[in-house]
């Protein structure tokens, strides 16, 4: 149980474009979501928080309209990173969170992000 | 900024205990300590959590000394796919549960 997808597991694409990430809850339902980055060799970072019907919240230094968190239903979040540079290949993970009562969030396999 | 201090990295031989310490002096009273697992090009798995005391699974334990202001993971006779980065974090399980990821301890097991 407590399994977490993520669509695609890699993307290549051309500066200027848009790539949309999903993530999913395959057999639970998930209040809050969380999408990290991760640049090689480098620890997780938060990017946003987001609830189901509201708003995400970003973290500190991260750019709302550029990295656009969607969390339409209780087991769909979905990332787009708009008009992507080079700088923004990376690494994208993210989770989910079942509510209360749960001990943990659970993590998704990751998407590798290259923008040529 | 994370609030807890991990070894930056530890190097071990296969069939040996590894104990990985990590510090979290700031702890708050609603703060569980939960560890994570994380192999390249995958997401962190979950390999533990506790409040105080030891907590052991068929994976590793976990011993938090009462006043938690530290916690140690133990793997027991690692493997060489236990080579991996290990997380220790620290937060309330209950609202957000927002976790802030630091450094991690980059274990390496010989053979």
């Known amino acids: 149980g407590a399994v977490v997808s993520q669509h695609p597991s890699r993307v290549i694409c051309k500066s200027g474009t848009s790539v949309k990430i999903e993530c999913r809850s395959l057999?639970?339902?998930?209040?809050?979501m969380f999408w990290y980055r991760q640049f090689p060799k480098k620890s997780l970072m938060l990017m946003a928080t987001?609830?189901?019907?509201?708003?995400?919240?970003?973290e500190q230094g991260v750019e709302k309209d550029k990295f656009l968190i969607n969390h339409a239903s209780l087991t769909l979040s979905t990332l787009t990173v708009t008009s992507a540079h080079p700088e923004d290949s990376s690494f994208y993970i993210c989770?989910?969170?079942?509510?209360?009562?749960?001990?943990?969030?659970?993590f998704g396999p990751g998407t590798r992000l290259t923008v040529l | 900024l994370a609030k807890t201090t991990q070894p930056i990295s530890m190097d071990s031989y296969e069939g040996q205990e590894v104990n990985i310490t990590c510090s979290h002096n700031n702890i708050a009273t609603n703060d569980y300590i939960t560890w994570y697992q994380q192999f390249p090009s995958q997401g962190p798995r979950f390999i533990i959590q506790g409040y105080k005391t030891k907590v052991t699974n068929e994976v590793a334990s976990l011993f938090i000394p009462a006043d938690r202001k530290s916690s140690t993971l133990s793997l027991p006779r690692v493997s060489l796919s236990d080579t991996a980065v290990y997380y220790c974090?620290?937060?309330?399980?209950?609202?957000?549960?927002?976790?802030?990821f630091g450094s991690g301890t980059r274990l390496l097991v010989r053979p």
């Open positions: 057999d639970f339902q998930a209040t809050t």
């Open positions: 974090l620290v937060g309330e399980r209950d609202s957000s549960y927002k976790l802030i």
């Open positions: 987001s609830n189901e019907g509201s708003k995400a919240t970003y």
């Open positions: 989770s989910a969170y079942p509510g209360l009562g749960s001990d943990t969030q659970y």
